[in-house]
Structure formats: structure tokens, C-alpha cells
């Protein structure tokens, strides 16, 4: 297998393993928060805010991934 | 009929000679589009001159006679300025796209007075009524039209059929295919069969990113040797951040520029805007310190919304899909976010801060395990903010560009300038994270000022958003 043919199946393969992994995470995330605005909606704000900042944490390893396929796929 | 279809025809013929003009400018050449468009414009005014004279002179009443006469006056001297204005715009832009878009007022004034005509007989009620007819009409009409813009040479908007008759438009269909939707894309589809015709050109064009034409590609297009254009090409991001920071000062200007009690329209929603902000940054920073670093963090997400939206806008481009732009936005939030904590801390409270703050044996026998990795968590903050930033921006500009590319090419037969607008499903996605992305970037950079900042009570929390 030459080097183009193996980037060509590896960077879909690769960001498609990064997209499950944070979407793992992101599910997790999203299930905690919703349970916790459940149990005190009145705390709805901050537990909002924080989610929002670790699904973006979590979020970043796709978008690291992705941006790694950009930078990569003219070489294919 | 009167004053009030006149207005009415000025309407339309903006509209219609505004998207004619982009369609083009896009397709076609961009001169071209300018000329159509400009010629419009002349047009409009001599007619709306022309509206005057008549207006000043027909209006009875000998009262108003001196107002009626510098009208008069007025209109006169605007037609002959136009006359001078029509001459010099003869000399830049092509004649026939100018006398075309002098021509399409006149165009919607016999169309609309058709129209008039034709709804109000009798023998159109009739046809109406039964609506079957109506419809099979329209579809008749439809598909009249769909055979006039395939017979038209080089109506065609897909590069896509270029390869079909390549000899007969090779001009247009070159200035096409760079500036059709998403250039690289198509070009790979059909690279094999082409390579021979405008290999010339085409090399370099060939290296360029995918991606929607923006006004520095019209620009391109229009003076391919300018000296000025390599510059502007590669400063592209720039410029148009630049040129959003200034929008953004003009709309700050003005709204603040009388304000009221009782605001008005624009400074009700800038207010709302910045008291939204407010809250936002003193509720994570407390009263104490939120104020302080209010206007710094508001820029920030007010200047990143209006760069992640701004690509949004036709022939407009996302500056943060750059990862230039992203950067320096990041090396910014850093710098402060140091120097908040040296000023705040001191040098040797900033130092303590960096090696965990040992106070027992274990926690100093721990430094030098801890030192590299507050050290390395600093470093990663701005790279993790600007690609964080960048990837998102640019991976929805390219989702984008991807499916326009789709439409286009799902309709290649069909011969017409346009694709399906599938892109169009992805824009609510797209102002979606435009919003949360500049929000992100905003929390997280409040959140860094919040971990340098001194904090007594916040110690607990700290250790337990260092472990991320």
C-alpha cells in the first residue's frame, strides 16, 4: 500500500473514530447536565454555562481531528 | 396608475437589476455585472428626474411657482450631468451590459403594463378560474423558460458542462467554471478531461482552497495582473476582519452617538446586547472583577459573532476560517490572561501559582511534576481556543461549499445557472454554531481570567478545573 492510498483510508477512518469518541463524551455530558437541571431547575443558568464549556472541551478533540484531515488531505 | 406605479416600477427594477447583476458578475464577467447594474442606476435617476419636471410642471397652483421652477431647474441640470456621468461611465465599462441595464426599467414598465392589462380582462378572469389551467400554465411558462436559458450561450452555471461543448463559449465557460460555486471540487471531477485546454491558467488556480467566490475573487477575476492583487489575495482574512471591526465601530457610533432616555430602535437592541453581556461576565468574574474585564470579553464575542456570521453573507468570506485570525484572537485572550495574573499576583505570587502553591513537603517534593504541567496547560490554552475556533468556522463554511457543490452538480442536464440550494438546510446549523462558537471562546477565556485572578473562595473549584 503506497502512502496516499493509506492517507485516503485512514483520515475518514481516523475522523470518524475521533466523531464516536466525542460523541461518546458528549452524550455523557448532555445525560448529567439534563439530570441535574431535572433535579434543581433552578440552577438551570449555571449548569447550562458549564456544559456548554465541556461539550466545547470535548467537542475540540473532533474539531482537532477534522482540522488535522484539512491539513493532511491535499496530500492524498 | 400615476405617481404610485412609478414607485412601484423603481422597486422592482432595483430588485431585479440588483440580482441580475450578481448573477453576472458571478457567471459572466464581474465588469460586466457592474455595468448592468450601474446603467440600472443611471436609468432610475433620469427617470426619477424626469418624474420631477413633469411633477413641477404639471402641479396646478401658481403659489408653489418658485419651488416649481428651481424643481425644474434641478431636474434639468441633473439630466445633463447624467448625460456627462453616462459618457464617462461609456469609457470604463462595457457599452452593451450598460445600455442593457439602461434598458431594464423600460423593461419592467412594458412588463408591468402588460401585466396590468392582461389582469384586467376579462378573457385572463376566465382563465383563472379554474385552477388546473392556472397551473398548467405556469408549468408551460416554467418550462418555456427552462428551454430559452439552455439555448442561451453560456447560461450554463455547472462547470460541470463544460465538458460538453467546450469550443463554442470557452471564454465564459473559463471565467465560469473559476468562479462557479465550488471550483476545485468540480474541477477534480472532470480534471482529466480539460487538463490540455487552459492548462495555462489553470495551475495556479488548481491550488487555491475550495470555497465560496468572495469580492476578492471578483476582484481577481476582474484585473487578473493588478499590482495591488497578490497583496490583497493574501491578506484576504485580514482585510475583511479589518473591515468588520470598522463596521462594528460605525454601528457602536451611532448608536451611542445621541443617546435617550426612551431609546430608539438601535440602541434598545445594542443595549440589550451589552447588558446581556454584562450580566454574563460578572455573574462567572463577581461584581468585583467582572466589570473590569466587561469591555475587553464583549469585544471579543461581539467581534467573533460578527466574523463567524459574516461568511454567511453572499461574496463575503469568514475571516475566523482562517486560522491567522484565530490565532491572533487566542495570543491576545493569553497575553492579558499573564499579565492579569502577574499584576495580580505579583511576580512570586504568579510563580507560586505556576509550581501548584506547595505549602507542605509533598506538595514542594511534587513541583517538578507540577511545574511542567501548569506550564504546558498555559501553552495549550490559546492553541486549543484558536483551533477550536478555526475548525469549527471553517469546517461549516466547507460543509457548506460541500453541498452547494452537491446541488450543482445534481443538475448538470438541466443547463441553467443555478444548482438545488441544498446548502440552504445547513445554514440554521451554521448560525447555530456561529453562536455557540463565540460564546465557547468567550466563557473560556472568562474562565481563564477567572483561574489567574486571586480568589479566596474559589479554591476547591480551581484544583477541580485544572484537571481538564
Redesign the interface.
Known sequence: MDFHAALGIGLPIGIGIAAVGSGIGLGGIGNGAMQAIGRQPEAT?KIQ?NM???A??A??LT??A??TM?LLSPKI | MGLEFLARIRRTTLWLSGIAALVIATYFAPLAGAGLALGALASLANLGLIELLVVSITTPGSKASAQARARAALALGGMITFFALGALLLKFLPAMWLMIGFGVPFLVMLMKAVALLLIESGWWAKFTARPWRAALAVLAVAFAMWLALGALPGAGGASAQRSAKPAAHQPAANQMAASAKAPDAAEKVEAGGDKGEAAGEKGEKKEKEPGFPTVITLLEQAQPHAAWLPFVVHYEALLFSLFIAGLICLLAFFASREAKMIPGNLQNAVEALVEALHDFVV??LGPKYGPRYLPFLGTLFIYILAMNLFGLIPFMHSPTASLNVTVALALTVFVYVQYTGIRGLGIVGYLDHLIGSPRDVISWLLVPLMLPIHVLGELAKPI?LS??L???V??ED?LLVAFATLGILTLPIAKLPFGLPLHLLFVPLALLSSV?QA??FT??ST?YFLLMLPHDEHGDEEKAQHA?
Open positions: 443558568g454555562l456548554i464549556i465541556i466545547a472541551l467537542e475540540a474539531i482537532y477534522f482540522v484539512f | 455573574g462567572i486549543s483551533c477550536r478555526f475548525g469549527n471553517f469546517g466547507m455557540l460564546l465557547v466563557v473560556l474562565v481538564h
